[in-house]
């Protein structure tokens, strides 16, 4: 029985294609806030350029570190972390001004794919439970901000999970078994979708998950023959019909599922 499908967020429910890869400018604009905050609060003298920098060094060291270990990248934690190394007091900074200051949305180039929404509300109106599961570096509390600003938010109520808070990656088991957990089903009663090889698929087979890969320009680009989803779209509109074939009547009826 088909009772919930996950969904990885960046590249999968989101479109970055439009993003102009510009990461160090949009680091900037958020990180200026977060020092302007740590100035003001008498946390740190250094500027903004010698901040970025040593935050920049720790990020890069810390992803390459999550590469074996598969522990999550957490920003709000980095922040700190830096300026601790630069010579604040860490026990007087709080995290979550650092994270509101930061104030992450959505980011310039971004969109919502277009058959994004006519797919979930279809799962819902079948009564199939939805959730998210990202490998993003923030806390889900900054990526809710952004989920509100593209209309996203109010179709995942109960289930959005970011490894910053779970403290793993996928592929890593521990974060497929929170988003489980957290619909209470079992991984034979669910299905990822996901534009990931390595983290989406392998992690979602491994827990026994059937894994759906969606094709976007980076995916179509690094396919692996020892990889191999259980099925591949390159639309979310062509996933229902995928469905079908593995649960037949998951669907209540048609005139519920809006089809004819």
């Not at 509300?121 to 990202?134: E, F, R, Y």
């Not at 988003?179 to 089903?185: E, F, H, K, V």
């Not at 989406?200 to 890969?213: E, N, Y």
Request: glycine share 8%.
């Amino acid at each position: 029985m088909l009772r919930a499908v996950f969904f990885d967020l960046d590249d999968t429910l989101i479109d970055w294609s439009g993003f102009n890869d510009d990461w160090a400018m949009l680091e900037r604009s958020l990180m200026g806030a977060v020092h302007s905050y740590f100035v003001d609060e008498g946390h740190l003298s250094i500027d903004l350029e010698g901040y970025l920098q040593a935050f920049r060094t720790r990020v890069m060291n810390a992803w390459i570190a999550s590469r074996s270990s598969l522990k999550a990248v957490h920003i709000g934690q980095i922040i700190v972390e830096t300026a601790g190394e630069l010579g604040a007091t860490v026990d007087r900074i709080d995290m979550e001004r650092c994270l509101q200051a930061y104030a992450w949305g959505i980011v310039p180039g971004t969109v919502v794919f277009p058959d994004v929404v006519e797919a979930l509300k279809l799962l819902i109106a079948n009564d199939i439970q939805i959730g998210i599961v990202t490998n993003a570096p923030q806390p889900m509390v900054m990526r809710d901000l952004e989920l509100t600003a593209h209309g996203l938010f109010e179709y995942f109520p109960d289930c959005r999970i970011s490894a910053a808070d779970a403290g793993y990656l996928k592929p890593h088991r521990a974060i497929f078994q929170l988003a489980l957990d957290t619909l209470g089903i079992r991984a034979d009663e669910a299905v990822f979708v996901g534009d990931d090889l390595d983290a989406d698929i392998v992690g979602a087979g491994q827990m026994g998950i059937r894994s759906v890969l969606r094709i976007t320009r980076h995916t179509a680009a690094g396919l692996r023959d020892e990889i191999v989803p259980d099925a591949s779209v390159h639309s979310l509109s062509e996933l229902p019909a995928v469905l079908d074939r593995w649960y037949p009547g998951w669907r209540r009826s048609d005139d519920d599922s809006g089809e004819s």
